[in-house]
């Protein structure tokens, strides 16, 4: 029995024995740090109605970032930049304003008791902001909690293929501090992840950086992800992505606290999505699997010929010395 086969068997008699005995596995963030809803970053105020569609993270407008410069000192507002590709995202408010005619004039409505006021009417409007983890120097509300963690020679062995990966695939990683989200962006090639001490475990760091990098395999396979959320196409590639993150870190010898392949913190996270496909959930997890396969070879091969590549490449000849004195 191969890994791939392993890890797909004990997922799926995982979650089947779960479901038999009516057990539901609760994913926990496995980091610390950032804001757990979207909120305005000046006023620390959390948002509400159609601005919850949000992605959790504080949000400050391109105005509001240049007075906080100008309240702290020189050096600290050098260090504020907005990274390049940042998007800005419009952050919705209702309000009323008094109701006005052709003519400009505010129209008045007359009370029960005989006196008027000015009649209101309601509207919709929006400002655009960043989130804070697009700005680099800004600190956030919600600090992540450091832990102090030794690397393995396997660790630090998919830490090369990492690197190697992400330089054949002109992919960006983007290690945010205080990070709300972990995730991988197409339309940049980017992943975000928060940095590793903010984790609960060196496990469940290297289970989201293989997570999101699964997820990259899609470019370079031509694999169409879901941009639905909770759609078939989304649920599919979210197991892709889980699936091929336990794989992962099986073939490097990273496993759990507890030294199981699968944590039930990934089981938890595989559930969730498998349940999208009801009564086929244990056929979506094994075409998942076959997917996750492929991607998880595909990052293999692809980091190993840019090692091969990079060890056969000649060594730069050293600068003519200066003759003159």
Not at 228 to 255: K, T
Request: hydrophobic share 30%; proline share 5%.
């Amino acid at each position: 029995m191969t890994v791939y086969e392993m890890i797909t068997n004990q997922i799926i008699e995982r979650i089947n024995e779960a479901e038999k005995n009516k057990e539901t596995f609760r994913w926990i963030k496995p980091w610390t740090g950032g804001a757990r809803l979207p909120e305005s970053y000046t006023t620390e105020k959390r948002y509400s109605g159609v601005n919850l569609n949000l992605s959790p993270g504080e949000y400050i407008t391109f105005k509001a970032l240049q007075e906080y410069k100008g309240k702290v000192g020189e050096e600290e507002a050098k260090k504020i930049k907005i990274k390049k590709g940042s998007h800005k995202y419009p952050v919705y408010y209702f309000g009323t304003t008094d109701k006005k005619d052709a003519d400009g004039n505010v129209v008045k409505r007359t009370l029960p008791d005989g006196t008027t006021e000015n009649e209101q009417v309601f509207f919709l409007r929006y400002y655009l902001a960043f989130d804070i983890a697009d700005i680099e120097g800004l600190p956030s509300h919600y600090p992540a909690e450091h832990h102090d963690y030794t690397p393995t020679e396997n660790m630090e062995k998919l830490e090369q293929y990492i690197m190697a990966y992400a330089k054949a695939e002109n992919l960006t990683i983007d290690i945010t501090p205080d990070s709300s989200r972990c995730f991988y962006r197409p339309s940049d090639h980017l992943i975000r992840i928060p940095e590793k001490s903010a984790f609960t475990s060196q496990y469940n760091y290297y289970s989201g950086i293989c997570h999101e990098l699964v997820h990259s395999t899609s470019k370079g396979m031509n694999r169409q992800l879901g941009s639905l959320f909770g759609s078939e196409a989304y649920s599919r590639e979210e197991l892709i992505g889980q699936i091929g993150s336990c794989m992962l870190c099986n073939l490097f010898g990273i496993v759990d606290d507890d030294k199981s392949e699968v944590s039930d913190n990934d089981i938890a996270y595989l559930q969730g999505w498998a349940s999208y496909f009801k009564e086929n959930s244990n056929t979506e997890l094994a075409k998942a699997s076959c997917q996750a396969q492929k991607a998880v070879q595909y990052f293999i091969e692809t980091a190993e010929r840019q090692l091969a590549m990079e060890m056969t490449e000649p060594v730069p000849a050293p600068p003519e010395a200066n003759e003159e004195r």
